[in-house]
């Protein structure tokens, strides 16, 4: 049987080490050591100890400014919805490894500071576009632009976070379900505020049509 690839085994080593010294006991020779490589070998895969936890924030940034750029206006929502939910997949196609770093996030502070960072990156990013969108430079419309970017992250991390405790059997449906929900507290720029957005979340892909993105977007975050 032929060694998982050497970022694979590297991260496998982290985690272990995490569990059984600590995280800030770890150094990155220990996880080389352990991994069976030299210090060298680790630096060209992660830039450091703590790039080990959260590698792919930025890749994944770029893959949902992509998916947002590919959009026009009668489509930009549901852009935002097929980028939370490649997000999703992404954790969901990492399975352990991604249950590994909630617990490990939740014990060390320093790196959930690290994740609240990151997270703030991904709403930042869905309020600029949502506020182009909009076309409104007026403060009412800013603070809508806000609100629904939070309210996007925060359908997905809530889902995310189920799946992560293993409350969620099908959390590709549940973050479905709850941007549509969340979508539509959010009237269409020029539509009346009762009028929703039922008509454009209808158009939602399926999870299956994201689903067949994931090879694809493994490719492009593992470089």
Avoid: C
């Avoid at 210090?39 to 959260?54: D, N, P, Q």
């Avoid at 980028?83 to 490894?97: K, S």
């Avoid at 379900?177 to 454009?200: C, D, I, K, Q, Y």
């Avoid at 999870?207 to 090879?215: K, M, N, R, S, T």
């Amino acid at each position: 049987m032929s060694k998982p690839p050497v970022r694979t085994r590297l991260a496998d080593a982290a985690f272990t080490l995490f569990d059984e010294r600590g995280y800030e006991q770890t150094t990155v020779d220990d996880i080389a050591e352990r991994a069976g490589v030299g210090r060298t070998t680790f630096f060209r895969h992660y830039g450091s100890k703590e790039a080990v936890i959260f590698p792919d924030h930025d890749r994944l940034l770029e893959l949902i400014t992509d998916r947002l750029a590919t959009s026009s206006h009668s489509t930009a929502l549901v852009a935002v919805s097929d980028a939370v939910r490649l997000v999703l997949l992404h954790y969901i196609d990492e399975g352990d490894l991604a249950r590994r770093r909630y617990a490990l996030t939740s014990k060390v502070a320093a790196l959930r500071d690290r994740e609240i960072a990151s997270v703030a990156r991904y709403q930042r990013l869905f309020r600029e576009f949502i506020a182009e969108w909009m076309g409104d430079p007026t403060e009412s419309a800013s603070l809508r632009a806000e609100l629904m970017a939070a309210s996007v992250v925060a359908a997905h991390n809530h889902i995310l976070r189920r799946w992560l405790r293993g409350e969620s059997s099908d959390p590709v449906t549940e973050v479905d379900e709850a941007m549509r929900e969340v979508l539509s507290l959010f009237p269409a720029p020029g539509s009346a505020p009762e009028a929703g957005l039922g008509t454009t979340v209808v158009a939602f892909r399926t999870g299956q049509d994201i689903e067949a993105l994931l090879p694809e977007l493994r490719r492009l975050v593992q470089g």
